[in-house]
């Protein structure tokens, strides 16, 4: 019996990893130009560092882990990056270098959820962290890179929902409040909203379940709510992120109840929608994180990031071709064959053969289907040495020297 990809997993086939190598490339060339620089965390790390970064009352933390012992020792597969990244940033000291510290992550994330269209258990995401800098323009850069990333991409009709959580004071307050005008209904929310309650009410607010969902409509609770208040710094620095994004032309709605789904979110907290391929879609969520810095075990240091998923990034773009090989070397001469074949490759051009001494015609057939010129090398071809190059398309061909061939390769 053949063994299968675990559920929840996919392996990224040849076609598919084109098109991720060029979100990627484009990822590399408009991170490099915004002065992010790449990092590499590893896939697992202390349970701990979830629990404390990620947050105790979070879905993910709660639900979602793979976490298993080794050597007496709690360990978690990374859910998300965002944490490790922090962690980086402490154990090598960056804080000490010049700020901000501007960094960019790609790699596999893992969660324990119910596999439906678009979520796996094995994941990819790709995303930026930004530390060391208070000011909403950090915030502003940080949108715009994205922005400029997901055109870059091909992305088409994007754009930003935009809210502000605010600082400790004002979250306490706007706690407080939500949590007056829920308590009435309480008893007849979902299991989860009635644990949120008591660990982060604001999470109440995005409530998926169908039944809480008619509740608030209901009772008009989310018009009841409205909106968090802010104090004076926060409406300040919420009005000067959105003044940057005017000024750089960034198109944003304000979205009063977009909270994130992490606990570790200060101020800034936004989501990038695209309207590629019909329906609206969210592909990009981040914020301000004024506080993980320091929960994790640092100085006080502000920061600001956001993560896409690579998979939903990859079926919101156009798909390129497979590129055909460029020659196709055929030959009843396999050493000649593997000579000239990888004369062809180191003029930065692809080549391939038939690896055999199979009849010509049958090495053409097969040429014919993935290349675009066949270069055949037979017995009288060695030789003169010369080769004939025949074009896959209209079959012309033409003998050639075999050194002006090698040469004319460009
Ligand atoms: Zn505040
Ligand atoms: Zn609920």
Redesign the pocket.
């Known amino acids: 019996m053949i063994i299968k990809a675990q559920k929840g997993t996919k392996d990224v086939l040849p076609e598919e990893y084109i098109q991720w190598k060029n979100i990627l490339n484009k990822a590399d060339e408009i991170f490099k130009y915004a002065n992010f620089k790449q990092i590499s965390t590893p896939i697992f790390e202390a349970t701990e560092l979830f629990k404390r970064g990620v947050g105790d009352s979070t879905d993910i933390v709660n639900k979602e882990m793979y976490t298993f012992e080794k050597s007496e020792r709690s360990i978690t597969l990374r859910p998300e990056n965002t944490a490790g990244v922090v962690r980086a940033y402490l154990e090598h000291n960056m804080q000490r270098e010049i700020q901000p510290v501007k960094l960019w992550y790609f790699g596999p994330m893992f969660r324990y959820e119910r596999p439906q269209a678009g979520r796996q258990r094995q994941f990819h995401q790709l995303g930026v962290e930004m530390f060391g800098i208070e000011d909403a323009s950090a915030d502003a850069d940080c949108i715009y890179t994205a922005v400029k990333f997901f055109e870059a991409v091909g992305l088409k009709n994007l754009s930003v929902e935009l809210n502000s959580l605010g600082c400790n004071s004002c979250r306490n307050k706007f706690r407080e409040k939500i949590k007056n005008l829920i308590e009435p209904v309480l008893s007849e ?2 299991f ?2 009635q644990k ?1 309650f008591s660990t982060n009410p604001l999470r ?1 607010l995005d ?3 169908e ?2 969902k008619q509740i608030f409509d209901e009772k008009q609770i989310l018009e009841k709510i409205s909106h968090i208040e802010l104090c004076e710094e926060c409406s300040t620095h919420y009005s000067q992120l959105k003044s940057h994004l005017d000024m750089l032309n960034v198109k944003y709605i304000e979205n009063p109840f977009l909270v994130r789904g992490l606990d570790y979110y200060t101020r800034t907290v936004f989501e990038i929608k695209s309207e590629n391929l019909g329906s609206q879609n969210a592909v990009c969520g981040g914020g301000r994180y004024d506080n993980l810095v320091e929960t994790l075990g640092g100085p006080k240091t502000p920061a600001v990031g956001w993560a896409v998923g690579m998979e939903r990034l990859y079926s919101l773009t156009e798909k390129d071709n497979v590129k055909n090989i460029d020659y196709f070397v055929i030959s009843d001469n396999i050493s000649e064959a593997l000579k000239l074949t990888n004369e062809i490759r180191n003029r930065n051009k692809t080549a391939e053969m038939d690896y055999s001494k199979r009849k010509f015609t049958k090495q053409i057939e097969k040429a014919s289907k993935i290349a675009d010129f066949a270069v055949i090398i037979g017995e009288s071809e060695i030789a003169k040495h010369t080769i004939t190059i025949k074009n896959l398309k209209n079959f012309e061909q033409t003998e050639i020297d075999r050194d002006i061939f090698i040469s004319s390769i460009n």
Do not use: G, M, S
Request: aromatic share 0%; charged share 25%.
């Open positions: 929310l979902c989860d909203c949120r109440i409530c998926k379940n039944t809480c």
